[in-house]
């Protein structure tokens, strides 16, 4: 079955954050270890986040 064109587009979304996440991690080794506690705290307290997402594009019974 084909996809449609809203379900590409966000598998393009997808990519680009795969991509973001790719460069945040190029970056990582340059920051200093408390500078990194603070992304980190930064990216967990994002809404909404990954586990968020894919829970709303699970299959519902």
């Given at each position: 079955?084909?996809?449609?064109?809203?379900?590409?587009?966000?598998?393009?979304?997808?990519?680009?954050?795969?991509?973001?996440?790719?460069?945040?991690?190029?970056?990582v080794p340059l920051?200093?270890?408390?500078?990194?506690?603070?992304?980190?705290?930064y990216l967990k307290?994002?809404?909404?986040?990954?586990?968020?997402?894919?829970?709303?594009?699970?299959?519902?019974?």
């Amino acid at each position: 079955m084909p996809l449609s064109g809203e379900a590409i587009r966000i598998m393009n979304l997808v990519d680009d954050a795969a991509t973001t996440m790719r460069r945040i991690l190029t970056l990582v080794p340059l920051i200093p270890p408390e500078e990194r506690k603070r992304v980190s705290e930064y990216l967990k307290a994002s809404e909404p986040n990954a586990e968020q997402v894919q829970a709303a594009l699970a299959p519902t019974k």
